[in-house]
T-cell receptor, first 113, second 112 residues
Framework: EPEVTQTPSHQVTQMGQEVILRCVPI?????FYWYRQILGQKVEFLVS????????KSEIFDDQFSVERPDGSNFTLKIRSTKLEDSAMYFC???????????FGSGTQLSVL | GESVGLHLPTLSVQEGDNSIINCAYS??????FIWYKQESGKGPQFIID?????DKRQGQRVTVLLNKTVKHLSLQIAATQPGDSAVYFC???????????FGTGTRLLVSP
């Protein structure tokens, strides 16, 4: 079965550093998403992306965050200047359409020290 | 505002029992509901979904029930197995959705 893959599985960074989290969505999917889960809390929506632009974002997704589809297969989340509170598990997801079920990757555990 | 919540944080059952996991939602505009399973170290895995024009939907060993009157969603797992042990999340969305609103999760523990 096709799956969403994320790299790295763990990322440790110093506060103020930039990080890029990488995802390869399922190949025939057109909608891409980032969610995050702070330890012990709910999974939270960050951003959705379609046709090379952001289609919706949450209040969490401020100017420090950006997304990009640099080529035909990768989808990235960049945090420009990480803060301690950015420490979380970040999940990438993709779907064929806006009303289709989401398939999630295994996540990247980001630890900001 | 939107909120999705779960009544029970942990549910412990014996292998072979039927399990019922509950979820309450507050946004009456939501018309699409999904159950996800999350095992340790993995991302949420789709189990089953239901749209608001239905009250019940069955899958393999799983059934989702939707009661729009009281804004309640449940997941029934028949003949629960140790491999079903995981955290289960409900999520809600609107048609044409771009974001899912997740509940807090219920941990299901299945004893052999």
């Amino acid at each position: 079965e096709p799956e969403v893959t994320q790299t790295p599985s763990h990322q440790v960074t110093q506060m103020g550093q930039e990080v890029i989290l990488r995802c390869v969505p399922i190949s025939n999917h057109l909608y891409f998403y980032w969610y995050r889960q702070i330890l012990g809390q709910k999974v939270e929506f960050l951003v959705s992306f379609y046709n090379n632009e952001i289609s919706e974002k949450s209040e969490i997704f401020d100017d420090q965050f950006s997304v990009e589809r640099p080529d035909g297969s990768n989808f990235t989340l960049k945090i420009r200047s990480t803060k301690l509170e950015d420490s979380a598990m970040y999940f990438c997801a993709s779907s064929q359409g806006p009303d289709e079920k989401l398939f999630f990757g295994s996540g990247t555990q980001l630890s900001v020290l | 505002g939107e909120s999705v919540g779960l009544h029970l944080p942990t549910l412990s059952v014996q292998e072979g029992d039927n399990s019922i996991i509950n979820c309450a939602y507050s946004n009456s505009a939501s018309d699409y509901f999904i159950w996800y399973k999350q095992e340790s170290g993995k991302g949420p895995q789709f189990i089953i979904d239901i749209r608001s024009n239905m009250d019940k939907r069955q899958g393999q060993r799983v059934t989702v029930l939707l009661n729009k009157t009281v804004k309640h969603l449940s997941l029934q797992i028949a003949a629960t197995q140790p491999g079903d042990s995981a955290v289960y999340f409900c999520a809600e969305a609107h048609t044409g959705f771009q974001k899912l609103v997740f509940g807090t999760g219920t941990r299901l523990l299945v004893s052999p």
